[in-house]
């Protein structure tokens, strides 16, 4: 299988919603080569007609480093077909098996690439707000080596953010969040488990975006990860994520 046939595969899994082999299971795919299949899915959605909107990052706690035998975050690229406006419903009906996690998102005010501070990276902001991802994996049973999820783009499938709030004004180091459905309380967590504080994970999106020949750019959104494991997402569920005095988003499924 060639790279070229893989991206083509994967494409068509996230589209329609079925599961794939692993690819690291009949072919050697280094991590350069999975972040190429990565861009290479993302560039035939933007072919397609559909714009970049920002990015995820993944592996951010670490919980799930230690899973994944590996010491630093991965990312997926994210577009405005994957984007679920606050409040919206959402249907479940094209993907495989999705599961939701509370996570904290950033809005980019001005461009970011390459080695920055914490300080530099607040400066950039237009805003934060609490989101949640739905994770999608393409592959059977959410099984996978690390190249394998980075081609599968991170498992990227859906995303909604809440109302942006400005992100100077607040320490964002422990911000509890919490997760409803249908008004019962499923999970608890604290911005601290992304990376100790989600700015970090901000710092490491721009690391990557330099390494990557690119920056993030004004408008475009920095999921940073999840504070609590990823939840199961059932149909016909009211969703709704709540942060400590950053507001909340909520999505109905079917
Ligand atoms: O942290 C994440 O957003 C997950 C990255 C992809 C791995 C998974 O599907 O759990
Ligand atoms: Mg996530």
């Known amino acids: 299988m060639t790279l070229a046939q893989l991206t083509e595969i994967l494409d068509a899994a996230a589209v329609d ?10 072919i050697e795919l280094t991590l350069p080569d999975a972040y190429a299949v990565q861009r290479a899915v993302i560039e035939r959605r933007l072919a397609r007609g559909e714009s970049s909107t920002g990015v995820k990052m993944g592996f951010t706690s670490r919980a799930k480093m230690v899973q994944m035998g590996v010491d630093d975050v991965i990312w997926g690229l994210l577009t405005d077909a994957m984007q679920v406006e606050d409040g919206a419903v959402l249907d479940l009906g094209g993907l495989i098996h999705p ?9 980019i005010g001005s461009p970011i ?14 805003g934060v707000a609490v989101a949640y991802e739905v994770l999608d994996s393409r592959y059977e049973g959410f099984r996978f080596t690390l190249p394998d999820v980075i081609a599968d783009n991170a498992s990227a499938a859906r995303y909604g953010c809440g109302i942006w709030q400005p992100a100077d004004v607040r320490d964002l180091s422990n911000i509890g969040l919490l997760v409803e459905i249908d008004g019962r309380v499923v999970a608890t967590g604290s911005s601290a488990a992304i ?7 901000l ?6 975006a330099g390494e990557a020949g690119i920056a993030l750019e004004p408008g475009q959104i920095v999921l940073a990860g999840a504070a609590t494991a990823a939840l199961p997402l059932p149909r016909g569920a009211h969703v709704r994520i709540l942060g400590d005095g950053l507001g909340g988003v909520e999505v109905t499924t079917r």
């Open 99 to 107: 599961r939701i996690e509370p996570e904290i998102a950033f809005l």
């Open 17 to 26: 919603g079925h599961t794939v082999d692993r690819p690291t299971d009949s």
């Open 113 to 126: 690439s390459g080695r920055i501070t914490p300080a530099e990276a607040v400066r950039s902001l237009a």
């Open 203 to 208: 710092v490491a999106a721009a690391r990557l």
């Open 195 to 201: 990376l100790g504080h989600p700015l970090r994970s």
